[in-house]
C-alpha cells in the first residue's frame, strides 16, 4: 500500500509524459484530467487507509520495493517506511495535492501544453512522497533531488519567455548549493557509523556512536540542505522568482511539496538533533530572522504572488523555530495547518489573477468582493488563519511555537516571533482589503472563473478553520491529539495555563493591531506606495539582497569566467598547445628536407651514413 502512494503518480507522469510526445495529435484533456487527477486522489485513500492502521495501533510500516546497491557489506534499498510523522505528512500531501490538481484542471485547461504540464505536476507529487516515506538517507536523497527537478521543470514551464528560464535556473542552482551541505551531511554521517547499517531505525539505534563534534556538523550540514529547500537565509531568493510558474504550480510548492521538506527532514532527525541543542538554537535563531525578514519584505510588495511567497518564507521561519527549539510536534502542526490556507491563499490569488486577465499588481486591483463572493469569503478565512485569528487554524499552531519559545526561555526569539505575527496581520489583510474592499482600479470585464477552481477553495477553507482543533491542547480544553499521534522527541517545558492565556491573548491583540492598521491605510482607497523615504526604498528593494549576491557572487565568477575564457584559456592553455604544435610543425619542415626526390642528396646521405659507420668502427678498433 504504501509503495503504491509513491508510485503511483510516478507511473502516470510516465505515462502523460509518454503519450504526450508520441500523439502527433495530442490527446485531448480528458485523458491527462483523468489520469493526472485520478492518480494524486488514489495515493490520497492509500495515505488515509495507511494512517488508520496507525491508529488502530500498528508500529511502523516497513516494506521494501527491491534492492538497489549491494556491495559487500553495503546494501541500499528501495524500501519505504510508514511511521507516524510520514503518515501525517503523506496525508496532507495528498488531500491537498489532490485538491490543487483538479484546481489546476480548471487553471490550465486552455494551455496547449496541458498533458506535458500534468507529466510534471504528478513528478512533482511523486518526488515529494518518495521524500517523505524513504526509509533511508539515501532514498530520502533521492526524493529530494527529484523534487528539485520537478520544480526546475514546472518555474521554467512557459519557456518562451527568458525570465522564467532565470528563475528556474536560480531556484535548481541556489538549491544546489544547499544539497552539497545535505550530500556531505550524509556522507559523513555514513562514514561515522562504521557499517553498522543506514536506514533511519539503525541510525537512531546506533547515534551513540557518532562523536559530539562530528555530530554537530553533520546537524549543521543537514541544515544547509534545509535552508535551500525551505528557502531560509540566505538560501531564499529562488522562492519569491518560483513565482514564474503557473499559480497551480507555486500552490503546490508552498503549501504540500518542496518549501516543507526541509523542517520535514529536521524532524525526521530529530533523535540526532536532540543530541546538539547548540545547532537547535542555531536553527531557532535562523527561522526567527527569515520569519521577521521575510515580512518585512511581504508589507511592501504589490505582486500578490511574491507577497505571498514572502509569507511562505515567513511562515517556515515560525516551523524552524519550533523543531530548532526541540519542540518537534508543533513545528509540523503548523506544516499541516499552513497546508491548508497557504494553498487556499494561493489558489485564490490564482482565481484573481484569471478574472482579472492575469494581472498580478494588487494595486491594480480592487472592489472585487461581490464579483467573486466565493473567492473572497475563503480568502477571508485564510487570512484570518494566517493571521493568528481565534479560533482559526493559524492560532492554536502558531500559538504552540510561540508558547514554546517562551517556556524555553529564549524570549528574544519569542518577541521576534510576536512581532510578525503582527506584521504577518497587517500585510495579509493589506493585501484583502487592495483586492477586494479598496475602489475598483479597472473597469474591464472579468474573465469567468470554472467552478473546479472555486470548489476545492471551500473545502480548503473549512480545514482552515477547524484544523486547528486536531493540536488543541490542555490549557484550551484538548488532549493535543496531534502532539500525541506524532509520538516525537518534544522538548517538554511546564508553562501554567495562565501564562499560556496571557500569550496567547497578546497573539491576538497583535494580529488585531495589524488588522485595524491595514484597514485604516487600505480598506477604502489606497494609492500604490512610493518609495519616498530610505527605509521605504530599502524594503520594497528586498534589503538589496538580490542586488548584493549580484555584486558578491555573480560578477566575480562572471569576471573570473570572462578572464578564463579571454586570457587564461587563449594565451595559456592555447599558447602551450600552440608551442608544441609549432615545434612538431617546425621539426616536420626540417625532416621534410630530407625526402626531397633528388638522387644526390639520396647519395649524400648515404655517404655521410657510411662515413660515420666507418668512423665508428675504427674508433672501436682503436684506430683512430
Known amino acids: 500500500m504504501i509503495s503504491l502512494i509513491v508510485v503511483l503518480p510516478f507511473l502516470s507522469a510516465l505515462l502523460m509524459g509518454v503519450v504526450y510526445l508520441s500523439n502527433t495529435q495530442k490527446k485531448r484533456n480528458t485523458f491527462y484530467t483523468l489520469v493526472g487527477v485520478g492518480t494524486p486522489a488514489v495515493s490520497a485513500v492509500l495515505s488515509l487507509m495507511a494512517g488508520a492502521e496507525l ?154 556512536l557518532i562523536n559530539h563534534e562530528m555530530l554537530a556538523l553533520i546537524g549543521t550540514l543537514l541544515f544547509v540542505g534545509a535552508m535551500g529547500k525551505s528557502a531560509q537565509i540566505p538560501l531564499y531568493v529562488w522562492l519569491p522568482d518560483a513565482m514564474a510558474g503557473p499559480t497551480p504550480v507555486s500552490a503546490l510548492i508552498h503549501a504540500a511539496t518542496m518549501v516543507t521538506a526541509g523542517v520535514y527532514m529536521v524532524a525526521r532527525y530529530s533523535f540526532l538533533y536532540g543530541e546538539i541543542p547548540n545547532i537547535g538554537l542555531f536553527i531557532a535563531s535562523v527561522g526567527a530572522a527569515s520569519a521577521l525578514f521575510a515580512a518585512l519584505i511581504a508589507s511592501y510588495q504589490s505582486d500578490i504572488k511574491k507577497i505571498l511567497a514572502y509569507s511562505t518564507m515567513s511562515q517556515l521561519g515560525y516551523m524552524f523555530i519550533a523543531v530548532g527549539l526541540g519542540a518537534y510536534s508543533s513545528g509540523i502542526f503548523h506544516v499541516f495547518t499552513h497546508a491548508f490556507f497557504k494553498a487556499l491563499l494561493f489558489m485564490g490569488a490564482g482565481a484573481v489573477i484569471i ?19 466565493l473567492v473572497y469569503i475563503t480568502m477571508f478565512v485564510a487570512t ?100 500525541t499521534f506524532l509520538a516525537l522527541p518534544d522538548v517538554s517545558h511546564h508553562i501554567p495555563h495562565a501564562t499560556e492565556y496571557m500569550l496567547g491573548g497578546l497573539n491576538v491583540i497583535l494580529g488585531v493591531l495589524g488588522m485595524g492598521l491595514a484597514y485604516k491605510m487600505f480598506a477604502k482607497e489606497a494609492t500604490e506606495v512610493k518609495a519616498d523615504t530610505l527605509f521605504k526604498k530599502i524594503l520594497m528593494n528586498k534589503f538589496y539582497i538580490d542586488e548584493l549576491y549580484d555584486f558578491l557572487i555573480i560578477k566575480p565568477l562572471l569576471f573570473t569566467s570572462h578572464f578564463i575564457a579571454k586570457v587564461i584559456d587563449p594565451k595559456i592553455f592555447d599558447g602551450f598547445i600552440n608551442l608544441n604544435v609549432w615545434g612538431y610543425t617546425a621539426t616536420a619542415t626540417l625532416f621534410s628536407k630530407l625526402q626531397n626526390g633528388k638522387v644526390r642528396y639520396y647519395a649524400l646521405y648515404i655517404l655521410a651514413g657510411v662515413s660515420a659507420m666507418s668512423c665508428y668502427m675504427l674508433f672501436k678498433l682503436g684506430v683512430l
Not at 176 to 200: H, K, P, Q, W, Y
Not at 355 to 373: D, V
Open 55 to 208: 491508529l488502530q495501533g500498528a508500529q511502523t510500516i516497513h516494506y521494501t520495493l527491491f534492492q538497489w546497491v549491494n556491495i559487500g557489506e553495503f546494501n541500499i534499498e528501495v524500501a519505504f517506511m510508514a511511521d507516524r510523522l510520514s503518515v501525517v505528512m503523506v496525508a496532507f500531501i495528498t488531500v491537498i495535492g489532490t485538491l490543487i490538481h483538479i484546481y489546476a484542471a480548471g487553471y490550465m485547461k486552455e494551455d496547449a501544453a496541458y498533458g506535458k504540464f500534468f507529466a510534471y505536476f504528478n513528478l512533482f507529487m511523486g518526488s515529494m512522497l518518495l521524500l517523505v516515506l524513504a526509509d533511508n538517507p539515501i532514498m530520502m536523497f533521492v526524493g529530494w533531488e527529484l523534487v528539485g527537478l520537478s520544480s526546475y521543470l514546472l518555474i521554467g514551464f512557459y519557456h518562451h519567455d527568458s525570465a522564467n528560464i532565470t528563475a528556474a535556473n536560480k531556484a535548481f542552482i541556489l538549491n544546489r548549493v544547499g544539497d552539497f551541505g545535505f550530500i556531505m551531511a550524509i556522507s559523513l554521517l555514513f562514514v561515522s557509523l562504521e557499517g553498522n547499517g543506514f536506514t533511519f531505525d539503525s541510525i537512531e539505534a546506533n547515534i551513540g
Open 384 to 483: 484570518l488563519a494566517i493571521s493568528g485569528i481565534p479560533p482559526f487554524a493559524g492560532f492554536f499552531s502558531k500559538d504552540a511555537i510561540l508558547v514554546a519559545a517562551f517556556a524555553s526561555e529564549h524570549y528574544f526569539i519569542w518577541g521576534v516571533g510576536s512581532l510578525t505575527a503582527m506584521l504577518t496581520a497587517f500585510y495579509m489583510f493589506r493585501l484583502l482589503f487592495l483586492v477586494f474592499h479598496a475602489a475598483p482600479k479597472s473597469t474591464h470585464r472579468l474573465h469567468s472563473v470554472p467552478n473546479s477552481m472555486t470548489y476545492p477553495l471551500v473545502i480548503l477553507a473549512c480545514g482552515s478553520a477547524t484544523a486547528g482543533f486536531l493540536g488543541l491542547n490542555e490549557a484550551y480544553g484538548g488532549g493535543s491529539w496531534f502532539n
Open 355 to 373: 478574472a482579472l486577465h492575469h494581472e498580478q499588481n494588487i494595486f491594480k486591483m480592487g472592489g472585487l468582493k461581490k464579483e467573486l463572493k
